[in-house]
């Protein structure tokens, strides 16, 4: 028996967490999704690409909304099947983001003649390297399937609309000297030691927070690796600190950079820039985003972290982070989602994409 579309949308849920769906193993759920569509859902177009499933409405009307969700999990750790108990079911992607993906199915089905035109990309790969992301391939091989005026993207947000995403990158901050013996250290120029400059502008500085549309960005500037030495005997000549800044959107990757290398100006250090995403602004003032924020009762946050939002603010589409569940909970073993939560998303969504 196959998925039950029209159904309660947390027995949905729960036939979608009993498929397993680990990355790069997504095709038995695609193919589930897809005879779904096709015989629950005849208003939509269907394609398939790859392990991808895409649907959408051709109606004329005066707005599109896309509503995505990646269908992969990480690996089980034996907390598959779905167990239902006390108002909770637990399970392998309950919370990241079965749900989701069921509340976005089960509208796409059961909304007769919404507002909007709907548009539904149920992706695979969003657990791994980004690289093997199936929203990118889509970007890469069907990108007007991707033109919208709002994206909602059901990654687990406890019910709240969060919007936009901070930007992040990361910096190897380097410092030389010279090698010697440490018992004629005086011989020699500790690398290390160079670096306890760089650690003091870390403890000294103060993370800006931004408002935009609403919502409060803060940035964050930390160390996350120490690398120097060669042997408990020798004073190093080389050592790197890694530098990670999450920052707030309004900040492109090029300023982000050069207000890294402003913090640490001076201290004769090197740096290199090893890796970068963008961070996508909310655009709550969108109408079509505007609407949504309505519906859901003005509960809006900032994104803390980056997420595939970010994808569609590059294609100048407004994104924001909506589903049930706690993203705490993703990734554990003890994963699950509250239904009351499914409930109230599901809810909230055919409001709004009912008008």
Known sequence: MGLDLHGDPVALTAALVDI??????EKRIADEIEAALRAQAPGFEVVR????????????????????????????ADNVPSRLADGVLHGCGTSDMKSGDAVFLHLAATIADPAHDITLVMYDCEEIEASANGLGRIERELPEWLDADVAILGEPSGGYIEAGCQGTLRV???????????????????????????????????????????????????????????????????????VNFRFAPDRSIEQAYEHVREVFDGLGVGFDLTDSAPGALP??????????????????????????????????????????????????????VEVEQITAVADTLRRYLSG
């Open 283 to 336: 655009g709550l003032t969108r109408p079509a985003a505007a609407a949504l924020v309505d519906a859901a009762g003005g509960q809006v946050r900032a994104k803390y972290g980056w997420t595939d939002v970010a994808r569609f603010a590059a294609l100048g589409v407004p994104a924001v982070n909506y589903g049930p569940g706690d993203p705490n909970l993703a990734h554990r073993t003890d994963e699950r």
């Open 49 to 76: 690409n790859g392990d991808a499933v895409l649907a959408r409405t051709n109606l004329g009307k005066p707005s599109r909304v896309l509503l995505a969700g990646h269908t992969d999990t990480v690996p089980a």
């Open 172 to 242: 190897l901050v380097s410092a030389s000297g010279t090698r010697s013996h440490s018992a004629r250290s005086w011989l020699g120029d500790n690398a290390i030691h160079k670096l306890a400059d760089v650690l003091a502008r870390l403890g000294q500085y103060r993370a800006r927070s931004v408002d935009i549309d609403g919502c409060v960005y803060r940035e964050g500037l930390s160390a996350v690796r120490i690398d120097g030495g060669i042997a408990g005997n020798v004073i190093p000549d080389a050592a790197t600190v890694t």
């Open 20 to 25: 397993p769906s680990e990355s790069r193993h």
